[in-house]
């Protein structure tokens, strides 16, 4: 299991106040710097967190894997093929979410992944993930898609609103991963994970490689350097 940090976040906090700063290129390298073995950044159509030039730059600076997540679009396919990351991970994106709600439904998209969107990508050597809930129906159509690796949507677990039904979800995690390894595909994992339900997943649901973590991390990060922070500051202003 190794972890890859998704840095949108960074670039949110940045461009709540049109700065340069902070900026998620930087924040990517102290990731790799302490052990993170990739980065993941969504560049959505909106452009509302991560930025073209961040995708470049993004490109020049991670020395692990680079994971590219996008909706299926023309516009992000063109993209993609010229970054060339290690991995795209493909997820639903709806205009209004405040973040991705949820896997893909294999169903609607199928005729248009097999039709349009993988054949984009063939002979790139790019690996292919898709997002997907821990449904049986999705997992069979994305393994007759020939995608490499399914990235499962750990969100409905990280949420679940008491115990029975995070064992629900935990037990159809397990499931999911027994199937996609079986399957001869890779089993990737993200959404939602934080300090306190990663243990759990990490221990009870196998086969477990590329695990993908933003929001929880990052908002970790700003208390675990604040009181560096605020003693920088305050050594300044007592050596007046
Ligand atoms: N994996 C996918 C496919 C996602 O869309 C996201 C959110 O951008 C993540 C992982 C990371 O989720 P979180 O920010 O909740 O850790």
Redesign the pocket.
């Known amino acids: 299991m190794q972890l890859l940090v ?1 840095i ?1 976040h960074v670039a949110t906090l940045r461009n709540a106040r049109g700065e340069g700063y902070p900026d998620p290129v930087e924040a990517s390298t102290v990731c790799e710097d302490a052990g993170a073995a990739g980065i ?1 950044f ?1 560049l959505r159509s909106d452009r509302r967190h991560i930025r073209d030039e961040d995708v470049y730059r993004l490109k020049k600076s991670v020395k692990g894997i680079l994971d590219f ?1 996008m909706a299926a679009t023309d516009e992000m396919i063109r993209i993609c093929r010229e970054i060339e990351p290690e991995l795209c ?1 493909l ?1 639903p994106e709806g205009r209004e979410e405040l ?2 709600e949820g896997g893909l439904n294999m169903k609607h998209v199928y005729d248009d992944f097999a039709n349009r969107v993988f054949p984009a990508f063939e002979g790139t050597g790019i690996e292919m993930s898709l ?1 997907l809930d821990p449904n049986p129906h999705d997992i069979e159509l994305a393994h007759k898609l020939g995608t490499d690796t399914i ?1 499962l949507h750990t969100g409905t677990f990280a949420n679940a609103p008491d115990a029975e039904s995070r064992k629900k979800e935990l037990e159809r995690l397990q499931k999911g991963a027994e199937l996609i390894y079986q399957a001869g595909m890779k089993v990737n994992a ?4 934080n300090l306190d339900n990663l243990p759990v997943l990490a221990r009870e649901v196998p086969y477990l490689e590329d695990i ?6 990052v908002s970790k990060a700003l208390f675990w350097g604040l009181e560096r922070t605020v003693k920088e500051y305050l050594k300044i202003m007592n050596a007046r």
């Open positions: 998704n949108d993941v969504h997540e991970t997820v973040t991705t997002f990235e993200g959404h939602g994970l993908s973590i933003g929001h929880a991390l």
